[in-house]
């Protein structure tokens, strides 16, 4: 079982507000992602990591940002908050590829945040 | 971004009977599939795996089957229970380095 924690579950605020999302995973996992998800569609990728002090964007354009300090801390974090905003979002970990291999290996998720920006 | 899509949406089967959830990936590229299985208010869960040098591999009560000819993977739950009721997700991957791309999920739901 993956241990991969997200921090609030849940959170309602006001538009304009800033927030961060946490992350923490206890694998060692070097590589980190933030997923969003609306109800009962597919997952879009908005920042990855692959280490610390490394952070990319994703397909899905978004107006937040992360950071890495830590190889087991991943957090993202809205400015100011808008409606839009409002979506779940899903952290992911994923350990080493298997040596001299190009393969990779399977996300592991949190059970997210439900992020509603009223 | 690539497209995996799944060819339904919903499916319903009785307890005790067998699922077949599909799933179409567009890019040839791709070498390593997952699927996962998301329950409400949870986040998605690893269920299997497959590198695109197999074309199945099995479970504990699931298998997965890679045709990479047609480019299409499938997951089979045998003797389905309610604690199957979730949606089910397939993802692709180019290998290390690449991105996982995920398709619109399938809901499947156990009838007692």
């Known amino acids: 079982e993956a241990d991969i924690y997200q921090t609030p579950r849940y959170l309602v605020i006001g538009t304009g507000k800033k927030i961060t999302l946490e992350c923490s995973q206890t694998m060692g996992h070097d590589k980190m992602y933030w997923y969003q998800q609306d109800p009962g569609m597919e997952l879009h990728l908005i920042h990855y990591?692959?280490?610390?002090?490394?952070?990319e964007k994703g397909d899905l354009s978004s107006e937040s940002t992360v950071s890495r300090i830590r190889t087991e801390h991943f957090p993202l974090t809205l400015e100011s908050a808008r409606p839009s905003h409002t979506s779940q979002y899903l952290c992911?970990?994923?350990?080493?590829?298997?040596?001299?291999?190009?393969?990779?290996?399977?996300?592991?998720f949190g059970n997210g945040t439900r992020l509603t920006v009223t | 971004g690539e497209s995996v899509g799944l060819h339904l949406p919903t499916l319903s089967v009785q307890e005790g009977d067998n699922s077949i959830i599909n799933c179409a990936y567009s890019?040839?590229?791709?070498?390593?599939f997952i699927w996962y299985k998301q329950e409400s208010g949870k986040g998605p869960q690893f269920i299997i795996d497959?590198?695109?040098?197999?074309d199945k591999r099995q479970g504990q009560r699931v298998t997965v089957l890679l045709n990479k000819t047609v480019k299409h993977l499938s997951l089979q739950i045998a003797a389905t229970q309610p604690g199957d009721s979730a949606v089910y997700f397939c993802?692709?991957?180019?290998?290390?380095?690449?991105?996982?791309?995920f398709g619109t999920g399938t809901s499947l739901t156990v009838i007692p």
């Open positions: 993802a692709e991957n180019m290998g290390e380095g690449h991105q996982f791309y």
């Open positions: 497959i590198r695109s040098n197999m």
């Open positions: 890019n040839s590229a791709s070498d390593y």
């Open positions: 992911a970990s994923s350990g080493p590829g298997q040596a001299q291999s190009s393969y990779n290996s399977p996300l592991h």
């Open positions: 990591s692959y280490g610390v002090n490394s952070t």
